[in-house]
């Protein structure tokens, strides 16, 4: 990848006609020495928010070792690029092909369920071939069905088993494993510590019911990171009260804590140069959308920041709406984006904190996707990790007790 100082240096190199995402690999790498640092626990790269190979490298070197992988193809990404990495198969639905090539072929032995279906299904997948004789060295998670409700993306429809069939779950696959774990999602960009807290008192009471011994839990992602409108409290506050409560547990004297940060370490990690084409009163037709790195913009009506690249535009900001570059209506972004009144087509826009589900999220559809990816030496547009930020005094920051 091509090396540039800022977004304005690379629209004078290239003038670039389609999207240009520009990587961070400098921000990424500090995101993941804070987890790796701080986490009281051992801190998994959730790789479905970006699969850039060079993004998992940069997280590997800078110390992250376990990544949370969800499909064959993950396995076989991380595995082809990190020999060495342990990889966990945490999506509860897998179908059988992909348990035994992941176990047999990639070494995967942590894998998560939330049904004695996929129990069975794991069990079976994992025999020795030849002998038929189940596997000794499984590690199982099981999943938790908990709220949402603190966060901006909610995660607790799909997944998760509830509290009542939690309990028998758990004694059925403690008896297939010799490592037992517990898993939950609170859903994504977690507003408020609290989120954790509610999961895990929900886990102690299905620990409670269960009367097992739980080698592991897993507090999952949902980790915020910065965007408009939503500056979370100090993630600090969110590992200590994490700690706290996962020390207060019934579980084993040496049972370990882990984490799947997906946002909070990539997002960090990419901006996009985008361009726009026409302007039509305060609506900007710009060249990547709904289909492509704003998918959560148009379909969840995400702010990301933006910033206007010429150096011309004087004028003070007006709120702007996006309409993305394929022929469908729902190819428009409502934000409002604040962009300098003065704006017109040609010029160029920068739209920061793309790196968690934005470049990921790129589809071809219509023809269009397209995007050259560089390397940018300068700081993201907001970070929570360069020591810059002041501890927010919103009202949710929590008084531990
Ligand atoms: C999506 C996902 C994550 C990452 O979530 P973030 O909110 O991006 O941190 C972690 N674990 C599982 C099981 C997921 O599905």
Not at 269 to 295: C, F, H, P, Q, T
Request: negative net charge; proline residues 7%; contains cysteine.
């Amino acid at each position: 990848m091509h090396i540039y100082p800022d977004a304005r240096s690379v629209i004078r190199a290239l003038a670039p006609d389609e999207p240009v995402i520009l990587n961070r690999p400098h921000a990424a790498a500090r995101a993941a020495r804070f987890f790796v640092e701080k986490f009281p626990g051992k801190s998994l790269y959730a790789v479905k928010a970006n699969p850039t190979p060079d993004l998992i490298e940069v997280l590997w070197e800078a110390g992250i070792t376990h990544f949370d992988v969800a499909s064959i193809a993950e396995v076989r990404l991380v595995r082809g690029l990190l020999p060495d990495a342990t990889l966990c198969f945490m999506h509860p639905i897998k179908t059988p092909g992909a348990i035994r090539e992941a176990y047999h072929q990639h070494g995967v032995r942590t894998f998560s369920l939330d049904s004695v279906e996929e129990l069975e299904k794991i069990v079976e997948a994992c025999r020795n071939p030849e002998t038929g004789e189940a596997a000794t060295d499984l590690r199982l998670a099981v999943r938790l069905r908990v709220s949402s409700e603190y966060s901006e993306l909610s995660l607790a429809s799909k997944f998760g088993c509830d509290l009542s069939e939690a309990p028998l779950l758990l004694q059925q696959t403690r008896q297939h494993c010799d490592w037992l774990g517990i898993c939950f999602h609170v859903g994504s960009q977690a507003m408020s510590p609290f989120a954790y807290v509610q999961a895990l008192d929900r886990t102690r009471a299905a620990i409670a019911e269960a009367s097992v011994v739980i080698d592991m839990i897993d507090v999952g992602g949902g980790f915020p990171s910065w965007y408009p409108d939503l500056e979370p409290p100090p993630l600090e506050d969110y590992f200590q009260i994490i700690h706290q409560h996962f020390y207060a547990l019934p579980i084993a004297y040496n049972a370990e804590l882990w984490c799947e940060p997906g946002r909070a370490l990539s997002a960090e990690y990419s901006s996009m140069i985008v361009r726009v084409e026409k302007r039509r009163g305060e609506e900007l037709y710009i060249n990547d959308g709904a289909y492509g790195a704003l998918y959560d913009a148009a379909h969840v009506n995400w702010r990301f920041p933006v910033r206007a690249l010429e150096d011309d535009l004087r004028d003070p900001d007006a709120d702007f709406a996006f309409y993305g570059p394929t022929c469908d209506d729902a190819d428009y972004m409502k934000g409002p984006f604040p962009l300098p009144s003065d704006i017109q087509a040609g010029d160029y826009i920068e739209v920061g904190m793309l790196g968690a589900y934005g470049a990921a999220m790129k589809t071809g559809f219509n023809g269009f996707g397209d995007a050259q990816q560089v390397v940018v030496t300068d700081e993201p547009m907001a970070s929570l990790y360069d020591g810059s930020r002041a501890r927010p005094e919103v009202d949710n920051v929590v008084s531990l007790r």
